[in-house]
T-cell receptor, first 116, second 114 residues
Framework: KAGVTQTPRYLIKTRGQQVTLSCSPISGHRSVSWYQQTPGQGLQFLFEYFSETQRNKGNFPGRFSGRQFSNSRSEMNVSTLELGDSALYLC???????????????FGPGTRLLVL | TQLLEQSPQFLSIQEGENLTVYCNSS?????LQWYRQEPGEGPVLLVTVVTGGEVKKLKRLTFQFGDARKDSSLHITAAQPGDTGLYLCAGVSPEETSGSRLTFGEGTQLTVNP
């Protein structure tokens, strides 16, 4: 069974631009979560989608948004990029709503975004 | 906002030694997870603990959830070079929590030297 895939793997953007990252979950998984990982802040939860609905959101500004499609694939968008948005963006999928606490989530390899 | 303090941040030990990593918070979590992450990859779940006082063992790794469900520890016995990696704890807050319900510790970078 294929794992979680994320595209692109690497991305370079300049300040003020916007970016869209894509995540394809494991087949059959209906929940997708997004995370930002930086050396200074560590791993931080962005949001979780289940059945095309955002179920929980982390403490990030409105420039960070996402959506989930009917096939469970998800996209994350960051508008008006800032230097501090440079990070590894990780996607994870689980069979059901992860934050119920009992589900196992599987992470993809991440998209490394560099903002210049 | 819930905080999860993880210590130590860095640990470099010799093969065969034992070690313990701690995650502490003033908040109660409904569950707590431990992950290991290797360079260039996403974190991989090691264990989930749900019940206060719960102890789970995974080969040479022992995980404990505090009685009050506010803290957890990971103990590795006879560490091996293959244990090298970034260890992360993550707490899931109860459903009635406002805002983000998932909090990660800062991580412990473990290096086991042969």
């Amino acid at each position: 069974k294929a794992g979680v895939t994320q595209t692109p793997r690497y991305l370079i953007k300049t300040r003020g631009q916007q970016v869209t990252l894509s995540c394809s979950p494991i087949s059959g998984h209906r929940s997708v979560s997004w995370y930002q990982q930086t050396p200074g802040q560590g791993l931080q939860f962005l949001f979780e989608y289940f059945s095309e609905t955002q179920r929980n959101k982390g403490n990030f500004p409105g420039r960070f948004s996402g959506r989930q499609f009917s096939n469970s694939r998800s996209e994350m968008n960051v508008s008006t990029l800032e230097l501090g948005d440079s990070a590894l963006y990780l996607c994870a999928s689980s069979l059901a709503y992860f934050l119920l606490g009992e589900e196992t989530q599987y992470f993809g390899p991440g998209t490394r975004l560099l903002v210049l | 906002t819930q905080l999860l303090e993880q210590s130590p941040q860095f640990l470099s030990i010799q093969e065969g030694e034992n070690l313990t990593v701690y995650c502490n918070s003033s908040s109660v979590f409904s569950s707590l997870q431990w992950y290991r992450q290797e360079p260039g990859e996403g974190p991989v779940l090691l264990v989930t603990v749900v019940t206060g006082g719960e102890v789970k063992k995974l080969k040479r790794l022992t995980f404990q959830f505090g009685d009050a469900r506010k803290d957890s520890s990971l103990h590795i016995t006879a560490a091996q070079p293959g244990d090298t990696g970034l260890y992360l704890c993550a707490g899931v807050s109860p459903e009635e929590t406002s805002g983000s319900r998932l909090t990660f510790g800062e991580g412990t970078q473990l290096t086991v030297n042969p």
